[in-house]
């Protein structure tokens, strides 16, 4: 039997070819999910996704399994015990941004309707396919990635910057990047 081919990038541990086989670039379509990538791309700025990955069961226990609507009345109480919180990444600027972009969440959904609605607005609620022959091709940012960023900055998002919008389209399935070897790409252009 022939073995499956994958992104390079996930073979590190079985838990990152788990969560590239099952989740990673899966077009996502609900609020709460969306939500939760959101705050874990934003956690992994200047760390790696194996850092965030080993770490994500702490997070939705953490923050109340990322519904929005809790997360948007988080006090200074609940502040200070994410911060000493030693299951998740304990920077003071980032929990706040969770908190700050749970409201700005809120206000999106009056706004749309829904969050997906507003994330897939963006591309007309299509996947942007990418032809990668090579890991080394995928950029940090793009297009699409800059107006995204551009516009949640706007509306008061935190830790949007096209890097962490970019990473986080990936991850939801707005960008497919797996690899033209990789035996996703074929199954999620289906």
Partial sequence: ????????????????IHYHDTYWGVPLHNDQEFFAKLVLDLNQAGLSWATILNKQENFYEAFDNFEIEKIAVYDENKEQELLQNAGIIRNK????????NAQKVLEIQKEFGSFNKYIWSFTDGKVLQHQINDESE???TNELSDKMSKDMKKRGF???????????????GVINDHADYCYRQAE???
């Fill in 93 to 100: 600027l980032k929990v706040k941004a969770a908190i700050v």
């Fill in 138 to 140: 995928i950029p940090a």
């Fill in 1 to 16: 039997m022939t073995e499956l081919r994958r992104c390079n990038w996930c073979l590190s541990t079985d838990k990152m």
């Fill in 188 to 190: 999620l252009m289906d």
């Fill in 158 to 172: 935190k830790f949007t910057g096209s890097t962490v919008i970019y990473a986080f389209l990936q991850a939801v």
